[in-house]
């Protein structure tokens, strides 16, 4: 508790030498036996929020690292609270590369939105469960368009196709040819 409460002060993860004395000290994850409730793992949790809240994002590798991804994938909880204000696109772009199952709904559009060359950065999966991309709201459409052309080419297919459903328009049908000849076969063929 008490170590939660230092990392809460904002000042004194600014410091580098002080960052670096308390993330030695904290609890080591270990073989994926901590998962997103543990004590331990939400103590980490803190103090990267409290090191992004000092200015001292981390990268997605480090956040892998620190929570050991590898092992147990970042929970949603986790990811909001790591996400939430005043993170903003360099903290919500380590998320999506970090836990994209978990991220993905909370922070992909408004990232994608800001930067739709991204979208060539996540995996299709990621891309999938950003539920403002299906084109359901004809708001988004903008920004489906310009991720459709950043997009890998099978996530690129299946975001063009429900374009097209949607919209109707003539733009959209060349956007729909021009991911599906960017797609090969086996892509093709699952996704019509």
């Given at each position: 508790?008490?170590?939660?409460?230092?990392?809460?002060?904002?000042?004194?993860?600014?410091?580098?030498?002080?960052?670096?004395?308390?993330?030695?000290?904290?609890?080591r994850?270990?073989?994926?036996?901590?998962?997103?409730a543990?004590?331990?793992?939400?103590?980490?949790?803190?103090?990267?929020?409290?090191?992004?809240?000092?200015?001292?994002?981390?990268?997605?590798?480090?956040?892998?690292?620190?929570?050991?991804?590898?092992?147990?994938?970042?929970?949603?909880?986790?990811?909001?609270?790591?996400?939430?204000?005043?993170?903003?696109?360099?903290?919500?772009?380590?998320?999506?590369?970090?836990?994209?199952?978990?991220?993905?709904?909370?922070y992909?559009?408004?990232?994608?939105?800001?930067?739709?060359a991204?979208?060539?950065?996540?995996?299709?999966?990621?891309?999938?469960?950003?539920?403002?991309?299906?084109?359901?709201?004809?708001?988004?459409?903008?920004?489906?368009?310009r991720?459709?052309?950043?997009?890998?080419?099978?996530?690129?297919?299946?975001?063009?196709?429900?374009?097209?459903?949607?919209?109707?328009?003539?733009a959209?049908?060349?956007?729909?040819?021009?991911?599906?000849?960017?797609?090969?076969?086996?892509t093709r063929?699952?996704?019509?």
């Open positions: 508790a008490d170590l939660e409460a230092l990392l809460a002060e904002r000042d004194l993860l600014s410091c580098t030498e002080v960052r670096t004395l308390l993330q030695t000290r904290l609890p994850l270990e073989g994926g036996k901590h998962g997103p543990s004590p331990e793992r939400r103590l980490w949790v803190s103090f990267l929020r409290g090191s992004w809240e000092a200015g001292r994002p981390m990268a997605a590798n480090d956040l892998r690292r620190c929570l050991c991804l590898d092992k147990r994938p970042l929970a949603a909880e986790e990811a909001q609270v790591l996400g939430a204000p005043p993170a903003g696109p360099g903290e919500w772009l380590a998320l999506l590369e970090a836990g994209p199952e978990a991220a993905a709904g909370l992909g559009y408004a990232l994608l939105a800001t930067d739709p991204i979208a060539g950065r996540l995996p299709e999966a990621a891309l999938l469960r950003v539920p403002e991309l299906s084109a359901a709201d004809d708001a988004h459409w903008g920004v489906c368009r991720v459709v052309a950043h997009a890998p080419p099978g996530a690129a297919l299946g975001l063009a196709v429900n374009l097209l459903a949607r919209s109707r328009e003539a959209d049908l060349e956007l729909l040819r021009t991911a599906y000849l960017a797609a090969d076969s086996f063929r699952q996704v019509w």
